[in-house]
């Protein structure tokens, strides 16, 4: 079987989860959690970045980031579900680009709190990301999605936007959904679409700061 090298709180590792359900992919990869800060992890050797996700093939060759393992499992699925032809496809991967630069805004700030003590954090730092959070949600609020009906209307775009928006709801206590109606009430739409977003919600208990989830 094929492995995947993830973390429960890793919204990037959720991406990968999510299209292993979507495109019926499960049954043919194990999911072996990575601890990113424990030096003797197999996963250094597997991705020279040390980051998460990480697909370790059946041949021992590793696939990474979290964006290229979606084209890769899209390809076992016979291509064009997450992934539409033409021009099409150049605005899902916009889309996925957007949410996925949220994401990592939204960690960095974790991090500056993670790893820096108070007296060197740096609140125009903060504040840098914030606001690139803070136009993402606004772009996709003005150009929300059209609601899906069931798993085949999701893309890579959709489907790294839904786990943009679960991050921020464990990390940031759902600050974003007052202003963002109309991205909840698509999360919503999202939920009832794919069950395997439910499945594959992290820990309902706030994350500790000290957790393994590193930028992808």
């Not at 996925?100 to 960690?107: C, F, P, Q």
């Not at 790893?115 to 504040?127: I, L, S």
């Not at 909840?184 to 957790?211: G, I, Q, R, S, Y």
């Amino acid at each position: 079987m094929m492995k995947l090298r993830s973390s429960p709180p890793s919204p990037f590792g959720r991406k990968v989860k999510l299209a292993m359900a979507i495109l019926g992919l499960k049954d043919r990869i194990e999911i072996v959690e990575a601890n990113t800060a424990d030096p003797s992890d197999d996963l250094r050797s597997q991705n020279p970045l040390g980051k998460i996700p990480a697909l370790v093939l059946e041949n021992g060759d590793v696939i990474y980031d979290s964006s290229v393992i979606l084209e890769y499992l899209d390809f076992l699925a016979g291509g064009g579900k997450l992934f539409p032809q033409g021009e099409a496809r150049y605005l899902v991967l916009r889309d996925q680009a957007l949410a996925n630069g949220m994401m990592d805004a939204a960690i960095l700030r974790v991090y500056e709190k993670r790893f820096k003590e108070p007296k060197f954090r740096d609140p125009a730092w903060d504040t840098y990301q914030a606001a690139k959070m803070d136009r993402a949600l606004a772009h996709f609020e003005a150009n929300a999605p059209a609601a899906p009906k069931s798993a085949d209307d999701i893309d890579a775009g959709t489907l790294t936007l839904a786990c943009a928006l679960g991050y921020l709801d464990i990390r940031y206590n759902g600050d974003w959904r007052s202003d963002h109606p109309k991205l909840v009430a698509w999360l919503d739409a999202f939920e009832t679409a794919v069950p395997a977003f439910a499945d594959t919600k992290m820990p309902a208990a706030p994350v500790p700061d000290n957790d393994p989830a590193p930028l992808r």
